[in-house]
């Protein structure tokens, strides 16, 4: 006897997709193709369309910079704005998510007989081992 097993998403859809409004803003390698009809990668924008495969949420993404996308999270005018560090004094206003998006190590690896640094234009966070 054969017995074949599969999985599969099944997309969250329905009468209650909702289109959600989300704060996109130029940011290299997290969030980019900040312009209607530009081709949208990056970090936040993989996590946006995964998170709508679970809820079937349709987005409709609105263009600015961080600031002025903040303010407009803060009056209502948006629903979603990723990169929103996640601060004490944020916690009465902000709907922050109860799990974390991602998790990540990294190791710095340093010679005895060198004792420089060398920057990249990214940002990391680095926790030293």
């Not at 530009?38 to 809820?55: F, I, M, N």
Request: charged share 25%; hydrophobic share 35%; aromatic share 16%.
């Amino acid at each position: 006897m054969l017995l074949f097993s599969f999985s599969y998403i099944i997309p969250a859809q329905g009468a209650n997709t909702k289109t959600i409004k989300v704060g996109y803003y130029e940011n290299e390698v997290f969030q980019e193709g900040a312009a209607q009809g530009a081709v949208k990668t990056g970090y936040a924008y993989e996590y946006y369309r995964k998170l709508s495969e679970y809820t079937g949420w349709n987005y409709e993404y609105v263009y600015g910079s961080f600031s002025d996308l903040y303010d407009m999270l803060l009056s209502g005018e948006i629903d979603l704005l990723a990169g929103l560090a996640k601060r004490d004094d944020r916690l009465d206003f902000i709907d922050y998510p109860e799990s974390p998006m991602g998790n990540e190590t990294y190791s710095l690896v340093k010679h005895e007989d060198d004792n420089s640094i060398t920057l990249s234009r990214r940002k990391w966070t680095a926790r030293l081992c």
